[in-house]
């Protein structure tokens, strides 16, 4: 696992977690993880693959089966929920329906006994952050979506955790909205500065938002890392899948050298990649390529790696084409073309040829392809 | 074609009702749509309501009526009531002879019709000794062939010369009366027409009345105490456990009342197991056993049973409904278990409360059967009471009378909660 953001000591640390709900299977399988103060960590992945497990399990209602949680240096394997200072923002919001928004505000207030003027204080600064200053005598059921959710924000702010978590909560709005509130949520967390362990399985929110995402499969962390590095530098097939798209060719290695590897592909063709995640030679391995990172009939010499196909499909995206081809060994062949001034014009049925850089073609773990 | 699409510009400019494609108003075309919708919808239900009509609604208005009429009394004695219309009671002086005569003339009808002891058993209720009265006077009014009707009459039965014996037939004279709701209240009007209040030992009614109340918010609380708990564990648990424990609460709705209510007197009586144990266990003296069963705790224990599941399933219906992340919202807050519980999931629950309240309340306001066999002489309530008028003492009048009073309090109490929770709150399921 790589821990490059974390410079000082980690804010939460998660040592050997294991989880089991029944016994017998593991959702949560050995989990290391550092975060930092102030960061903003997303955990990607998808569904059941244990995120809101961990999110549990840091907030305490859900017990390690094994390992340790730190929050700053104290372990919180036995500390209660209602003392571990967190904050949290639920799927559906939680908002308690026979209180107004104010009285939901005012509730992590009022069990820490403050007084009636900090409390109303404090509601109408955190009503005015999230710009629902007026709505403090609504109930909850009298808000839109977005109200609720900006609410529901608010409320897990309004008494100055230092550490967040948010379960997939514009899991329930649409498109839109949800833009708004990534960026929103995005706003408020570098205004605060408070750390944020954010939970989704939307590829693009994790990438908007995250100061550094972990993809989660099956309870393993796959990666983590800054979301350019992971949509550049997948370390397996999983996240080369999960994060943007990619395309797949299988192959056989044949020979390494300095960090790359010779891949012969299914027709017996040669092409370099870069070795990232394979064995020895004459073990199987799976290459990715980024759709925008093919490039169609290439001026001779300028890349070093070349394969033929033909051209099944031509969609008209107006600033790309999207191009789907059939080349050995996968007939869902994407490349991106730029619509530049000078692009070639394409047409369906020809044949063409592909090619690509060898940095930008990654060898990972084999996969099945059906 | 064009017609219908230029409709909706017009309809926007005209001021007049907005009108739907065929020119007629829109209200109307949508009534008549709705209409034929209503008439299905009726349809559907007609065999139930009809149904409920004859089987319930009918006796019901039946009962209603039954707790003020006093036909028997003008249907009898149809000349009687006629003659003393010119009688004053309160002058001290027996009717007249053509009452007398009239009086003779109508019980000769009676005797004949055989219907002269079921008027003397209606004015019984109002002024004990008249049903011997007419009983004996049916019989001796064979024998009077002619005047002075007077002096015959109170040959047969002296209790012809007692004022008080007309006052009451003059009183329960007409059609309608207001005596069986007097008697039902424990109260009486007294010969010259007061409505007084019967001296503290004769009062029945109010006590049974208050007695049921009490008991009745006693197992609506015992009820509440010991279903939400377990209510709270059916909405919680997984699946197949809260499955199991719900055939567990379904159990009694499957047993016979009957077996039930007497499970708890082999339990409770005195050489009961529950006695017998804690005979054993030295806690109580062998000659001083409790007596738990045929007085109020046998009532109160064996109805908070029987009622236990209405009120568990609405909680539990209200309690399913409540996600789980409310509770965890208030501790990631900070609250800790008893907080959440009060400030959060409490609140959520009221309708279930209420709903569960209302339902074990009027069940058992008006229950008969356990009261009955466990209740003794100190545990039973006005149903039984109701019960014993109809099939042992044959007052119907009076039955119906407390019949009324207890329909009317519960709806009472029913308005009153809705005013005060309101019965939009109210979830049943
Ligand atoms: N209370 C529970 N009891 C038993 N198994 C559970 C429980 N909660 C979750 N699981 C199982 O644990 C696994 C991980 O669940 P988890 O809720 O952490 O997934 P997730 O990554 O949050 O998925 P999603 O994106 O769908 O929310 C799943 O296989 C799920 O079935
Ligand atoms: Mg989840």
């Known amino acids: 696992m790589v821990d490059t953001a974390n410079a000082g000591k980690p804010f939460v640390r998660f040592e050997s977690v294991q989880k089991s709900y029944d016994g017998e299977i593991l959702v949560v399988k050995n989990l290391n993880l550092d975060i930092a103060e ?225 891949v012969e592909l299914v027709n017996g063709k040669s092409v370099e990649a870069l070795a990232v995640n394979v064995g020895e030679s004459s073990d199987r391995t799976t290459l990715s390529i980024r759709p925008e990172r093919v490039e169609i009939n290439p001026p001779a010499g300028k890349v070093p790696n070349i394969i033929g196909g033909k051209i099944e499909e031509l969609i008209y995206l107006g600033d790309h084409i999207r191009t789907r081809m059939s080349v050995p060994g996968n007939d869902e062949f994407i490349v991106k073309v730029p619509n530049t001034a000078g692009h070639t014009l394409l047409n369906e049925g020809e044949t063409a040829e592909v090619g690509w850089a060898t940095e930008d073609c990654r060898a990972l773990d084999p996969i099945d392809v059906a | 074609m064009a017609d219908i699409a230029a409709q909706p510009f017009q309809a926007a400019e005209q001021d007049g009702p907005v009108l739907a494609a065929d020119g007629r108003p829109l209200k109307a075309s949508l009534a008549r749509a709705l209409r034929r919708q209503r008439l299905r919808a009726f349809m559907l239900v007609a065999p139930l309501l009809f149904f409920i009509l004859i089987t319930f609604a009918a006796p019901i208005a039946d009962m209603l009526f039954r707790s003020v009429e006093n036909q028997i009394v003008p249907d009898t004695l149809p000349r009687t009531v006629l003659a003393l219309q010119t009688w004053n009671p309160d002058s001290g002086e027996l009717p007249s002879e053509a ?247 409490f609140p959520n629950t009221l309708p279930g409360i209420g709903a569960g309240a209302i339902l074990v309340f009027i069940l058992s306001i008006g229950y008969y059967i356990t009261p009955e066999l466990v209740g003794g002489t100190s545990g039973t309530f006005i149903s039984n009471r109701i019960a014993y008028h109809i099939s042992s003492s044959l007052n119907w009048g009076l039955a119906a009378a407390l019949g009324v009073i207890l329909l009317g309090s519960v709806l009472l109490l029913y308005w009153i909660y809705d005013r005060i929770v309101g019965i939009d709150n109210v979830k049943l399921g």
């Open chain 2, 99 to 345: 009452v007398f005569e009239a009086m003779v003339a109508d019980l000769k009808d009676a005797r004949e019709a055989k219907t002269h002891t079921r008027v003397g058993q209606r004015l019984n209720y109002e002024s004990p000794g008249i049903s011997s009265l007419f009983r004996k006077s049916g019989r001796g009014v064979r024998r009077i062939e002619e005047g002075p009707y007077k002096e015959a009459l109170i040959d047969v039965d002296d209790g012809w010369a007692e004022i008080d014996t007309w006052r009451t037939i003059a009183q329960f004279s007409g059609n309608y009366t207001d005596g069986y709701f007097l008697a039902a209240l424990d109260m009486e009007r007294t010969p010259e027409g007061e409505v007084t209040i019967l001296p503290d030992e004769d009062r029945i009614y109010l006590f049974l009345f208050g007695r049921t109340f009490v008991l009745s918010i006693m197992i609506t609380l015992s009820t509440l105490l010991l279903g939400y708990p377990v209510a709270y564990l059916l909405a919680t648990l997984p699946l197949r456990t809260s499955n199991l424990l719900m055939i567990l609460v379904l159990l009694p709705f499957w047993t016979s009342l009957l077996v039930r209510t007497s499970s708890w007197i082999v339990l409770l009586q005195q050489q009961g197991v529950i006695n017998d144990f804690l005979v054993t266990l030295g806690l109580i003296a062998d000659d001083n056993r409790l007596q738990l069963i045929f007085n109020q705790t046998g009532t109160v224990v064996a109805m908070t049973h029987i009622l236990l599941p209405f009120m568990i399933l609405p909680l539990f219906s209200v309690m399913k409904t409540i996600p789980p992340s409310y509770m965890r919202a208030a501790k990631s807050m900070g609250a800790n278990d008893w907080t959440a519980f009060w400030r959060v999931y």
């Open chain 1, 38 to 262: 102030g960061e903003f960590l997303t955990m990607l992945g998808p569904s059941g693959s244990g995120k809101t497990t961990c999110l549990m399990m840091l907030a305490g209602f859900e017990t390690a089966t094994h390992g340790q949680i730190y929050l700053g240096d104290q372990p919180i394997n036995n500390v209660p929920p209602h003392k571990r200072g967190i904050g949290m923002v639920f799927q559906n919001y939680a908002l308690f329906p026979h209180m107004t928004v104010s009285e939901n505000l005012a509730f992590p207030l009022e069990v820490r006994k403050m007084s009636k003027a900090e409390i109303e204080s404090r509601v109408q600064r955190a009503l005015d952050m999230v710009e629902l200053g007026a709505f403090g005598s609504r109930m909850p059921a009298q808000l839109s979506g977005g109200q609720q959710q900006r609410v529901a924000v608010a409320r897990a702010l309004v008494f100055d955790p230092k550490l967040v978590l948010m379960d997939e909560p514009l899991g329930a709005l649409d498109k839109q909205l949800r833009e708004q509130m990534q960026y929103e949520i995005k706003h408020i967390h570098e205004n605060l500065g408070v750390t944020v362990v954010y939970v989704t399985h939307d590829q693009s929110e994790a990438l908007t938002m995250s100061d550094r995402i972990a993809v989660f499969n099956d309870g393993v962390i796959q990666q983590l890392s800054t979301p350019d590095d992971l949509y550049e530098r997948p370390e397996n097939s999983f996240v080369a899948q999960f994060i943007g798209e990619n395309n797949k060719l299988q192959g056989t290695i044949k020979g390494r050298e300095n960090g790359n590897c010779v």
